[in-house]
Structure formats: C-alpha cells, structure tokens
C-alpha cells in the first residue's frame, strides 16, 4: 500500500495551516498523491486531534468534498531574542498570535540564565493549554543540527550551547532553533506566498541582515551563511575596516551603524542611533537625506547581484530603515537599473508587512514543522 513519509504529513498540515489546500482532493492534487494515498494520513492527523473537518465545501460534481481545518488542538510557544530584550509568543497551531510578550534580557549573563526567563514566561503561557512545540530565533548564525549559536561573536558564553535541547529539557516538547533573519524572512514570505515561489527578505536596520527563501523554504546554504549579505564587497566604498576583517563591505557603508557614524564625521557629533539618523532625514536635513539614499544605492547594488543570479518573485525589507520611503525608492532604482530586465519583469521590491512580528511568525512556521507526529 503506498504510503506517505512524515515529510508529506508535515506538508499536509502545512498546506491546511497556509489555506493553500482545503479539502482532501486539493491535497492530493498539491502533493501529486493519489487520494486514496492522502486519505489515510489525514486519518491520522484526524484521529490524533491534529486536523478537524469543518463543514462541506462547493463540490465540481459529484460529492461535496469534507473541508479540513488546523485543529484547536493546543499551542506553539515562540520567542526572538535580541540584545536587550526578548519578544515572546504563543500561536494557534496556524501561527495566529494567541499571546505576546516582551521581556528585558541580556544575552552576556549567558544562555542558561537567559533562557531560564523566557522559560518562566513560557510557563505562564502553557497554563491549561497544551503546548505541541516550541520556535526560537537567535540574533546569529546557528548550527541547525545542534540548535546552537556557532560563532563567539557578541554572545559570550551562548557558542556550542544546545539551545535546542536545553528547552526541549525543560518544556518536555520538540524545539526549533534558527537565525533571526532567516525566521522573518520565513514569516514574511509564508505570509505573502504561502509554501510557493522565491524571496529574499533583508532587515536593514543598525546592522544588515538577510534570509533566503527557496519554494517556500529556508535556503541555509552548506554552512548556514546563506544569506550575509552584509559582508558583500562594494566598489568604491572605500577602505573602512569591517567586522568581519575585510575592508569596504557593504556593513561600512549601508548599515544604520555606518550611518551614525558618518553623521558623526559630518559634525553631527549628538547623533547616536540608526532612529536618530532617519528622523533628521525625515525633517528633510540634507546630511542625513542623502546618507540615507546612498546606503539605499548601495544595498541595491549588493542585491543586484544577487537578484540577476536567484530571480526572486520579491525582496521584502524589514528593520528600522525600512521604513524610509527614500531608502526604499534607492534600492527599487539601482535594482532596476542594475538588473536584467527578464529578472525584474514581475519583481516586487517592497517593506515587509509583518513588521515586528515576522520572526515570531517565521518561528511558529518552524515549530509547527518539528511537530511530533502520529505514527501512520
Ligand atoms: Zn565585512
């Protein structure tokens, strides 16, 4: 008897949470199954209380086709830790927000203590629910194997630790780890196109960031970096040193840090943060202005590249700087400018519209995929 592995399951119930299928038939036509074949895994869905059915659809002759829903069959738990705070979530099984909560945390006290206080709030949030999963989002690269940050970076204490498994530990369910940027790129796509076509979402904000995604899927690359585009090397940048140990990268010249700190040697020696650098160019200071649409040309020119080789259906753009319709516009041109018309025919480059929730949504995405399953 043909059977289905519990990666189709796990799209089965992707598919329902996405409302891309709505009925046995639509899942089968969407996997390429016969329905015989799909029937018995909603079965189990069904009887594991996973999936309910919720009335009779339209039917194209013949029966009406059972519609399916998510089941209100318990709760994700979610949260994105930043430097000074954590935003925590709890999600219908859909991804909806049930909850939400944000917490002061710093990451230096080290992952056990950090982890401890948004355990505390998780255990605020599963009082008389059931919990079926748990999503993280980590501001670094992390090893998916393992659940752990894999570089030292600005996180002493937080490389190598198992993230994954201390809370599965403590919380008694599965837990998915993954780098901030690729959990808003997955909320905001999954948002927009559900589990098809291909997009890029970059957050530009004090530092710059970006997570790819394949036919609805994040593309980590062989080592998880898939993605830094901050590091890219920018023609006439000139030599500022980076993080990273280059000079001229894209980092020195775009990022809401960079700009702060050319404000500064433009004698705006008060100017200390990324907002403070958009509000001048919101009251139309010069300085500011055309500091803000050169970092939008040179992101623009670092994308480029990589839209004329990937061909995403969208660029979505999160962050802080997002938010500058001057930025914005200054990307869009130098993309278009810079790119192959065949690859910027449909191409749509606009602000994110899960602002500050895509990486809570992105993480219920990935929570809901590490879900146990009924064996069937
Ligand atoms: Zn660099």
New binding site residues.
């Given amino acids: 008897m043909p059977n289905l592995d519990d990666a189709s399951t796990r799209r089965i119930l992707e598919l329902v949470a996405d409302g891309a299928a709505r009925s046995r038939g639509e899942l089968a036509e969407r996997l390429g199954v016969a329905a015989s074949t799909i029937g018995l895994r909603v079965q189990s869905l069904l009887d594991a209380g996973l999936l309910r059915e919720a009335g009779d659809g339209t039917s194209r002759g013949g029966r009406r086709p059972r519609i399916l829903t998510l089941a209100d069959a318990g709760s994700l738990l979610t949260a994105d830790l930043g430097g000074g705070h954590a935003r925590i979530g709890r999600h219908s099984l859909s991804g909806g927000i049930e909850r939400i909560e944000t917490i002061a945390i710093d990451l230096s006290q080290g992952p056990t203590a950090t982890l401890e206080k948004v355990s505390r709030v998780f255990d605020r949030f599963s009082e008389s629910v059931r919990i079926r999963a748990i999503g993280i989002g980590l501001p670094g690269p992390v090893d998916i194997d393992t659940g752990s940050v894999d570089q030292p970076s600005r996180m002493p204490g937080w490389p190598g630790f198992p993230v994954g498994e201390h809370l599965r530990n403590r919380h008694s369910v599965p837990v998915a780890v993954d780098n901030d940027a690729n959990l808003a790129a997955l909320g905001e796509h999954r948002s927009q196109f559900g589990d098809a076509r291909h997009s890029i979402t970059v957050k530009a904000g004090t530092a710059i960031g970006s997570g790819i995604i394949v036919d609805g899927r994040i593309h980590r690359g062989a080592t998880g970096a898939a993605g830094d585009i901050?590091?890219t090397r920018i023609d006439g940048s000139g030599d500022i040193p980076?993080?990273?140990?280059?000079?001229g990268?894209?980092?020195?010249v775009a990022s809401g840090a960079s700009l702060v700190r050319q404000m500064q040697e433009r004698g705006y020696a008060d100017v200390r943060s990324t907002e403070e650098v958009l509000s001048l160019a919101r009251d139309a200071d010069p300085e500011a202005t055309t500091l803000v649409r050169t970092a939008g040309t040179h992101l623009g020119q670092a994308l480029s590249g990589v839209v004329n080789f990937f061909n995403p259906h969208a660029v979505f753009l999160t962050g802080s700087m997002s938010a500058s319709e001057p930025f914005l516009a200054a990307v869009r041109s130098r993309v278009y400018e810079a790119c192959h018309p065949l690859s910027t025919q449909t191409l749509r480059i606009e602000a994110a519209r899960t602002g500050a929730d895509a990486i809570l949504q992105g993480a219920a995405r990935l929570a809901l995929e590490a879900l146990d399953l009924p064996v069937g």
């Fill in positions: 901050t590091h980076c993080s990273c140990g280059n000079t990268c894209l980092e020195t």
